[in-house]
Nanobody, 116 residues
Framework: QVQLVESGGGLVRAGGSLRVSCAAS????????MAWYRQAPGKERELVAE???????NYARSVKGRFTISRDNAKNTVYQQMNSLKPEDTAVYYC??????????WGQGTQVTVSS
């Protein structure tokens, strides 16, 4: 089993920055991929960024160049630095982990609101 706890969401003005964090616990050695997804009201959940155990990353086109996903292995934590935020970035951001043998896990979500 894997547990994920997000933190760091909040309210920010357009053009501002926020960092969200996701702390993993449990069977962390089984995790092979972690990612951030987001879901805006009335829209489907979408991939924002992902980072593999190799360190390779992948970003949605809408956030490339503005968001950076990173991880601190010593703290078992994945971060997403979000710069130049836009109102359309407003959503609940979910941490996701894919773990060998155990499957997929989601955090409880953290709200990010960008005012214009």
């Amino acid at each position: 089993q894997v547990q994920l706890v997000e933190s760091g969401g909040g309210l920010v003005r357009a053009g501002g920055s926020l960092r969200v964090s996701c702390a993993a616990s449990g069977s962390i050695l089984a995790i092979k991929l972690m990612a951030w997804y987001r879901q805006a009201p009335g829209k489907e959940r979408e991939l924002v960024a992902e980072i593999a155990t190799s360190g390779s990353t992948n970003y949605a086109r809408s956030v490339k160049g503005r968001f950076t996903i990173s991880r601190d292995n010593a703290k078992n934590t994945v971060y997403q630095q979000m710069n130049s935020l836009k109102p359309e970035d407003t959503a609940v951001y979910y941490c996701y982990a894919e773990a060998d043998y155990y499957g997929d896990y989601w955090g409880q979500g953290t709200q990010v609101t960008v005012s214009s």
